[in-house]
Nanobody
């Protein structure tokens, strides 16, 4: 019903930047909440940032001031601009969304994840 495809991950040095993208497709009428989560090896998946359909945002304390979430509703796409990256930001980053589709309201749709590695 809803497919989420992330892109933009990779290897970056500490202090560097990356921009993640997540494009949603399917029989979508509208997308409500869109978010980025991450999961480091041996750790639980954690919320990084969330953006509502109206544009309001919230961030994990660990990324405030460094990461920016944004969205393009016309493209059903959410972005995560990550600056001043640290080794602790190394994780698989997942896109998450709630959407109204032709089959009804769908919560907690997940992408396949994209690896971000911060290392010198």
């Amino acid at each position: 019903q809803v497919q989420l495809v992330e892109s933009g991950g990779g290897l970056v040095q500490p202090g560097g930047s990356l921009r993640l993208s997540c494009a949603a497709s399917g029989s979508i009428f509208s997308i409500n909440r869109m978010a980025w989560y991450r999961q480091a090896p041996g750790s639980q998946r954690e919320l990084v940032a969330v953006i509502a359909s109206g544009g309001s945002t919230n961030y994990a304390d660990s990324v405030k001031g460094r990461f920016t979430i944004s969205r393009d509703n016309a493209k059903n796409t959410v972005y995560l601009q990550m600056n001043s990256l640290k080794p602790d930001d190394t994780a698989v980053y997942y896109c998450n969304a709630d959407a109204l589709t032709a089959s009804g309201y769908v919560r907690n749709c997940w992408g396949q994840g994209t690896q971000v590695t911060v290392s010198s």
